[in-house]
Nanobody, 118 residues
């Protein structure tokens, strides 16, 4: 059984920063890919950023130069540093991990709310 536990969401003013964290636990052989997705009210879930096991990041155009994804392979954790937050970044943010345990499965965190408002 694998679990992803997220933390770090909250309320921030426009232009502010937040850092999200997500840690995987359970029977894990290897983590192939980790990432962050978000879902705003009335919209579909969209990818924000992903990072491979060797640390190669990929970002959605809307967050490039503002968000930074990183991971700690020892802690089985992924992080999302969000700077210059704007109201349009308001959403529930979900952690995702593609894990071999021993079969390859996509796991999701419970979601953490990020609200950008003055």
């Amino acid at each position: 059984q694998v679990q992803l536990v997220e933390s770090g969401g909250g309320l921030v003013q426009p232009g502010g920063s937040l850092k999200l964290s997500c840690a995987a636990s359970g029977t894990i052989f290897s983590i192939l890919l980790m990432g962050w997705y978000r879902q705003a009210p009335g919209k579909q879930r969209e990818v924000v950023a992903t990072i491979t096991s060797d640390g190669s990041p990929h970002y959605a155009d809307s967050v490039k130069s503002r968000f930074t994804i990183s991971r700690d392979n020892i802690k089985n954790a992924v992080y999302l540093q969000m700077n210059s937050l704007q109201p349009e970044d308001t959403a529930v943010y979900y952690c995702n991990a593609r894990i071999r345990s021993p079969f390859i499965t996509d796991y999701w965190g419970q979601g953490t709310q990020v609200t950008v408002s003055s």
